[in-house]
């Protein structure tokens, strides 16, 4: 049995349990402290997710004598195909905060990044934090735009990054060019707090 097949043998049998049982998880006898859950409106029966891919990103960084190398990476299954970056794809995976010097010397390679995706480039006081962010988005981009799914469900919000009306210049023009390049018709977002899922 393939994980597309115990994927979606799991989905069915959890639909059709959930059909009798608002309650799934594992039974406490000792709860302390809990909030009352309230249902925005009725569920209703539904066809079986049978077309679907996923993802997941993650990004880290790393010095070297003073300048800052970005990785991102992602696996995405599409239906049964396997996107895996840094393996498989020519995207750009690295971004690097450094000196002029460093900068052109290798900004005529492929897959490092040297500013963010309006041109501004990374600069000493560019945030990292946002950096990271924006290689995992804008890998996140690539797969989502490539997949043949019918839905592609993503671990995290439909549109990731901070809130925008939080956030200064140069990030919050980034995050929103990032935001247009992302097609959200055929995605789930499943977050932390299920309550701002979509």
């Known amino acids: 049995m393939g994980i597309e097949d115990a994927l979606r043998d799991l989905i069915l049998i959890l ?21 009352p859950v ?6 209703t029966p539904c066809d079986p997710l ?17 300048a800052n190398l970005y990785f991102a990476s992602l696996y995405a299954n599409d239906s049964g195909s396997h996107i895996m970056v840094p393996l498989n794809t020519s995207v750009p995976f690295i971004a690097i905060k450094a000196s002029e010097d460093v900068t052109s010397a290798i900004q005529n390679l492929g897959f490092i990044k040297v500013q963010n995706p309006n041109g501004e480039p990374y600069s000493l006081d560019y945030k990292d934090d946002n950096i990271l962010d924006e290689m995992r ?3 996140e981009n690539y797969a989502i735009n ?6 592609v469900i993503v671990d995290g919000p439909i549109f990731p990054g901070p ?3 939080m956030v200064g210049e140069p990030y919050k023009s980034a995050f929103e060019t990032l935001a247009l390049q992302r097609n959200t018709d055929k995605l789930i977002g499943i977050v932390k707090r299920l309550n701002f899922s979509r």
Not at 21 to 30: D, I
Not at 50 to 64: A, M, T
Not at 146 to 151: A, D, E, I, Q, T
């Open 15 to 35: 639909s059709k349990l959930s059909k009798d049982k608002k309650f799934l998880g594992v039974k406490t006898s000792n709860i302390e402290e809990s909030n």
């Open 137 to 139: 988005i804008s890998l």
């Open 50 to 66: 049978s077309d679907f891919g996923y993802l997941d990103s993650s990004s880290r960084v790393i010095s070297i004598r003073g």
């Open 163 to 165: 809130y925008l009306e």
């Open 38 to 43: 309230f249902f925005e409106e009725n569920f």
């Open 146 to 151: 490539k997949s043949r799914s019918k839905v």
